[in-house]
């Protein structure tokens, strides 16, 4: 695990309890920084967190849902409560929908989740923190969890790809309406990365999981860690002249 110079930084982490938000926070946590866990499930939430703490890391688990406003809010309060201040957050609650699944068959309920949780949550997520950015007088940095899947169309996947081409979409209007404020918002894009939400749709389907890796040039699919470093960097000050950006890790998925 690589460690960048996050100190002192203090983290906010949405969907910490597995994946890819698992993988940062103890990315983070590695490299210095205070972090704090959010998620829905409780026992997973200090699991996460008492494993970073037994690392010698700090860390602490919150509760919550970011399909409301209010629990994101409260969040942040808690952050504030807990550290004194937010430096930083890794956006990375999301839920992968009928996935594989030819658009005529999908359900309108399960449409709207995907977009509730993806896209509306990612929103709220962003306008929560910005607000306390600003509250401190400027400055701050958003990693947001997008996917390949927002950047280039993917076959029987229209609710995942609608959700994570919307998080793109935001995040690029985020960084530019808040440049002058010295807050910085960059989207992480990866391929297949094995956790424990994209692990149902191939389980039992070797010839699925087959297709996905011969779609990454690199000949396999990605590891939590491998995008876990890169939110570190990202939210680090080695990369202060990133903003904006749609980052993919996807073995070369997008390069074809």
Not at 105 to 110: C, F, K, Q, S, Y
Not at 192 to 220: C, K, N, S, Y
Not at 235 to 243: E, G, I, K, P, Q
Request: proline letters at 4%.
């Amino acid at each position: 695990m690589a460690r960048y110079d996050l100190d002192g930084k203090v983290i906010l982490v949405t969907g910490g309890t597995s994946g890819i938000g698992k993988a940062a926070a103890e990315a983070c946590a590695a490299s210095g920084a205070k972090v704090v866990i959010g998620g829905t499930d409780a026992s997973r939430l200090g699991s996460v967190a008492g494993g970073i703490r037994d690392r010698g890391g700090d860390a602490v688990a919150r509760g919550m849902d970011v399909t409301s406003a209010a629990e994101l809010t409260d969040a942040v309060g808690f952050t504030i409560e807990t550290y004194g201040r937010l430096d930083g957050a890794f956006n990375a609650a999301g839920v992968a929908g009928p996935m594989f699944t030819p658009m005529l068959e999908v359900d309108e309920a399960a449409f709207d989740r995907v977009i509730a949780v993806n896209l509306k949550g990612l929103w709220l997520s962003m306008r929560a923190q910005v607000a306390q950015f600003l509250a401190q007088g400027g400055g701050g940095v958003i990693v947001n969890a997008a996917s390949v899947a927002g950047l280039v169309g993917t076959r029987v996947n229209t609710a995942y790809s609608a959700s994570k081409h919307g998080v793109v979409g935001l995040t690029r209007s985020v960084a530019l309406e808040y440049a002058n404020r010295q807050i910085r918002v960059n989207a992480l894009c990866p391929g297949w990365i094995e956790t424990p939400m994209t692990d149902p749709v191939t389980h039992g389907r070797p010839e699925l999981f087959e297709q996905v890796v011969a779609r990454h040039p690199i000949g396999r699919t990605g590891q939590p860690h491998e995008t876990g470093d890169l939110v570190a960097w990202l939210l680090s000050d080695a990369s202060t002249f990133v903003t904006g950006a749609a980052i993919p890790v996807d073995g070369g998925l997008t390069a074809q």
